[in-house]
Nanobody, 127 residues
């Protein structure tokens, strides 16, 4: 059974940093790409970053480039999302998701391509 569990969310002051974790079980990151998504209140879920199963290819939405960094530790079956310079508009529930990619180097920030989802972790940026 494929499972993804996010952690690391919380209340952070503007300008702070946070590292979210996505621990996966039931499958290997060697064969699945992982995406990070967020959903703010009243808004649609949007993709912010992804990482390929191998090759280390990453992709970021324009809105988060320069502040978000995705990384993976396949040996630990965990993918991380590091967020710097947090802004109030980063407030959202953050989800990770898994997809079986067409190639080892492919990933996507389009939610329709992902089949497996975690439950999410809340990030609140406020002073």
């Amino acid at each position: 059974q494929l499972q993804l569990v996010e952690s690391g969310g919380g209340l952070v002051q503007p300008g702070g940093s946070l590292r979210l974790s996505c621990a996966v079980s039931g499958f290997s990151l060697d064969y699945y790409a992982i995406g990070w998504f967020r959903q703010a209140p009243g808004k649609e879920r949007e993709g912010v970053s992804c990482i390929s199963s191998r090759g280390g290819n990453t992709h970021y939405a324009d809105s988060v480039k320069g502040r978000y960094t995705i990384s993976g530790d396949n040996a630990k079956n965990t993918v991380y999302l590091h967020i710097d310079s947090l802004k109030p508009e980063d407030t959202a529930v953050y989800y990770c998701a898994a997809m079986k990619p067409p190639t080892y180097y492919y990933c996507s920030v389009y939610r329709g391509e992902y089949n497996y989802w975690g439950q999410g972790t809340q990030v609140t940026v406020s002073s």
